[in-house]
């Protein structure tokens, strides 16, 4: 027996799971039971993809595409700001027009770009674990997860330390773009977040344009001057866009890791004593932890997956934090352990042509910040409520209370007296 539910035909016993309910979470046990049942569950948003295959599968099935138009009028958005940004997105756009852009940023956004930011990363960490080391209980959000990314967003836009405050709050706010469903104000705060961003934007390229320095806004600049065939309101488009992912993403993975290693005190004092584990620390962290639980697309046709008949314009829901939990996909899967060098990319990234342009940047500031706090620092405790942004899209504490123990002492070398 089947049903329709929506645009897609499903057998009557597919399990369903209540993802816009406040009180749920991917970690909550009825959605491992529905991975065990099936490969996909209802929801009142789409189709929730659950096992780690077929997420891998479905991200790069050129069928599906992420349409900022579809998911806003599904989100009963039909212009306005919000509107204006999402749908013209990099991440919106297909074929050709996706590589233009795509090409462009890639000429700006360089390897070399990233790994020269990272003597500022460390100096950045450095410092803001200066003040962890002196307190030892802190408010991690506040005190270093939003700092350092937005530091390092900053010095990559060459934004003024002076503006940083106010830029914090625009991106912060923006991130709720993919949480529309859970509604609340979060459509009034993206709203608010994307005005303040293009008028902030339009300043800074003006400023660029005129006196050119050492940052990707001017590379970028530098790059349409040269032909790159992009118009200012593409540019515009496009930095805001930069802007989103190069910084609440990495403040949620870098809170969501001092979750991790607060219930696994044990792997912070393994890599403590052997830092040359952060690059795979880097990807169980995100694998298990990671900051972005879910990834949307839509049909951009009708099609037929698995048996399964899914029509054009259906919201389907690769849901990330599950499906990196799939015990089909990789040994003790639901288990943290920075030792093990697992097969498994992770999905959070997205795949194929869309690959997240921010992924390089988020593992280089990880992988600095890591081996700092984890040296100077013992293991982190949570000490009060925990406040979570709405489970789907970019999900991570807002609010962390932590209590670092006592750092790690150096080892005694011995000397034994011959009688």
């Given at each position: 027996m089947s049903a329709v539910v929506g645009s897609v035909s499903v057998p009557n016993?597919?399990?369903?799971?209540?993802?816009?309910?406040?009180k749920f979470r991917f970690s909550n046990p009825e959605v491992a039971l529905a991975q065990a049942r099936s490969w996909y569950a209802e929801s009142p948003i789409g189709l929730?993809?659950?096992?780690?295959?077929?997420?891998?599968?479905?991200?790069?099935?050129?069928?599906?595409?992420?349409?900022?138009?579809?998911?806003l009028e599904k989100n009963g958005i039909f212009d306005g700001p919000i509107y204006d940004w999402l749908v013209p997105m990099i991440s919106s756009r297909n074929g050709d027009?996706?590589?233009?852009?795509?090409?462009?940023?890639?000429?700006?956004?360089?390897?070399?770009?990233i790994n020269n930011l990272r003597p500022f990363i460390r100096?950045?960490?450095?410092?803001?674990?200066?003040?962890?080391?002196?307190?030892?209980?802190?408010?991690?959000?506040?005190?270093?997860?939003?700092?350092?990314?937005?530091?390092?967003m900053c010095r990559l836009l060459g934004v003024p330390e002076e503006d940083f405050d106010k830029f914090r709050t625009w991106t912060s706010d923006i991130t709720f773009v993919f949480s529309l469903a859970h509604g609340g104000d979060l459509q009034a705060r993206v709203e608010a977040a994307v005005v303040g961003l293009n008028g902030y934007v339009d300043s800074l390229m003006a400023d660029k344009t005129a006196t050119p320095t050492d940052d990707l806004i001017s590379a970028l600049i530098a790059v349409q001057q040269d032909g790159g065939s992009i118009s200012a309101e593409e540019l515009r488009n496009l930095l805001v866009t930069l802007v989103f992912a190069a910084h609440d993403t990495t403040r949620y993975q870098l809170?969501?890791?001092?979750?991790?290693?607060?219930?696994?005190?044990?792997q912070w004092t393994l890599l403590a004593g052997r830092p040359e584990l952060i690059e795979q620390t880097v990807e169980e962290v995100m694998r298990l932890y990671?900051?972005?639980?879910?990834?949307?697309?839509?049909?951009?046709?009708?099609?037929?997956?698995?048996?399964?008949?899914?029509?054009?314009?259906?919201?389907?829901?690769?849901?990330?934090?599950?499906?990196?939990?799939?015990?089909r996909a990789s040994y003790d899967a639901a288990s943290f352990d920075i030792s093990i060098a697992r097969k498994t990319p992770p999905l959070q990234f997205g795949g194929g042509p869309h690959y997240c342009l921010g992924a390089a940047l988020a593992r280089a500031e990880l992988s600095e910040a890591l081996p700092i706090l984890?040296?100077?620092?013992?293991?982190?405790?949570?000490?009060?409520?925990?406040?979570?942004?709405?489970?789907?899209?970019?999900?991570?504490?807002?609010?962390?209370?932590?209590?670092?123990?006592q750092p790690p002492q150096p080892a005694r070398s011995t000397r034994w007296n011959r009688p």
């Open positions: 016993d597919v399990p369903f799971l209540n993802v816009v309910d406040p929730l993809v659950l096992r780690y295959a077929e997420a891998q599968e479905l991200l790069r099935d050129p069928r599906l595409t992420f349409n900022g138009k579809t998911y027009d996706h590589r233009r852009l795509r090409g462009l940023v890639n000429r700006a956004f360089t390897p070399r770009m100096a950045i960490a450095e410092h803001l674990t200066d003040h962890l080391v002196s307190v030892r209980s802190c408010e991690f959000v506040d005190d270093f997860a939003n700092k350092l990314p937005m530091a390092v809170s969501n890791a001092m979750v991790a290693f607060a219930e696994h005190h044990d990671p900051a972005t639980t879910s990834v949307g697309r839509f049909a951009a046709e009708d099609l037929e997956y698995n048996g399964l008949h899914i029509a054009r314009d259906t919201h389907i829901l690769i849901c990330v934090f599950a499906a990196q939990r799939d015990p984890t040296s100077r620092l013992g293991p982190p405790s949570i000490t009060g409520p925990v406040t979570w942004t709405p489970s789907t899209g970019i999900n991570g504490p807002q609010m962390l209370p932590i209590h670092f123990g």
